[in-house]
């Protein structure tokens, strides 16, 4: 009974704590963009000894209460190597309050 147990919790998809996250920091800064819509561009930073794949970001768009008025979510293309920086560009409605935040990362260490 016990190895069924270990089995299904072993089958159980991985969350991300902030501790998994927390060697990537964004820096951004909102861009205005042609037609009256803007962008949210910037750097991911990465100070983990390992590279980081597959990075998910969420955009958040905050208002003048300090409430989340839109989300916006967007993968950061290719690998963020270890002790180096990607690129992100994230299309959004118009200027204002972003907050940028990784909500998922892999840590490999590995030629891909």
Known sequence: MLVLAAG?????????????VAA???QWVVEPAPGG????????YN????????VM???????????VTGTYRRRVVGDVLS???SLFDVPVADAGTYRVT???VDWVKECR
């Open 8 to 20: 299904l919790v072993y089958g159980l998809p991985r969350v991300v704590g902030a501790q998994d």
């Open 57 to 67: 970001l969420r955009v958040d768009r905050i208002g003048g209460d300090g409430a």
């Open 24 to 26: 990537l920091r964004p």
């Open 47 to 54: 100070d983990h000894i390992k590279d980081g794949a597959n």
């Open 102 to 104: 990784v909500e998922a």
């Open 83 to 85: 002790g180096g920086r």
């Open 37 to 44: 819509r803007a962008r949210v561009v910037g750097y991911l």
